[in-house]
């Protein structure tokens, strides 16, 4: 049983990964752009985070450090494709490509350094309950974080004025301009959240998730988030459960692995992109559901003079 509770906290742990980047991504898709670059973003907001903390000692210092190098990429990226209105899915890929590159170069030193003392949290009284405490209440503050902020994140989009102007920019550009509102300042508002969050993922993996630098550690995380979004048509809380789904998936190689499951290593290690491309080719089944969830404008340039 105690393999079983190591399983599920180790899943709640791959999953907070996801469901940061897709919360940030889901935002930026809410408001009708697409960003292909999660990828790059997560790269260079890992070795930012972990170069701080190698740094400072500071775990939070090195969480705002990953926020602030994906947020100042996706600024770029918003000017970009919402100002001049260069191909949103090109200037994705490219800045993904550059962040690959550019945290290679980066993070050359700090391939061989290693993190201060971690620190261990535990929920008082919680955390000693048999099984459970193992499996729920003894995680980083951040997967606490995570779950409060898809809760947040529905009350903002669906409760509040905020949420329904974003949403409202996501369905019909050309409407909320003729309101007033200021379509573009909005999307890169939107983009520039969305970055930070999938900044703060990147940091989570290099800082708590696997506490080191190696390149390429996003090891594709940034594409699953992107899928993920889809799987979750766009809905908080379906992104926070698919998260842990695909986290669980993540997990279950070392679990088989660790009771001694005679399966190759390598094809365990498919099992996450596999579930990708299986829920997407099933989902894509029924391409009418996709539409009555997806923003109308995703993907849709914006030109407020015509």
Known sequence: MESYALLIAATLNAGTVLALASLGLLINEKSGIVNLGAEGMMLCAAIAGFATVVQTGSDWLGFAAGMGAGAILAGIFGVLVIWLNTNQYATGLALSLFGAGFSAFAGIQYVQEKMPDRTNYVIPVLGDIPLLGPALFR????????????????????????????????????????????????????????????????????????????????????????????????????????????????????????????????????????????????????????????????????????
């Open 139 to 306: 995680h980083h503050p951040m997967v606490y974080f995570t779950v409060a902020l898809a809760l947040g994140m529905i009350w903002f989009l669906y409760r509040t004025r905020t949420g329904l102007v974003l949403r409202s920019v996501g369905e019909s550009p050309e409407s909320a301009h003729a309101l007033g509102y200021p379509v573009r300042r909005i999307r890169l508002a939107a983009v520039v959240a969305g970055g930070a969050l999938c900044g703060l993922a990147g940091a989570y993996i290099s800082v708590i998730y696997t506490p080191l630098w190696v390149e390429g550690m996003v090891a594709g995380k940034g594409w699953i988030a992107l899928a993920l979004t889809t799987f979750a048509t766009w809905r908080p809380a379906r992104v926070l459960l698919g998260a842990y789904l695909f986290g669980g998936v993540t997990m279950l190689q070392f679990h088989l692995q660790g009771i001694g499951v005679e399966v190759p290593s390598q094809f365990l290690s498919m099992l996450p992109y596999v579930a990708t491309i299986v829920v997407l080719a099933l989902i894509s089944r029924n391409p009418q559901w996709i539409r009555i969830n997806m923003p109308a404008a995703i993907g849709k340039p914006f030109y407020p003079g015509s």
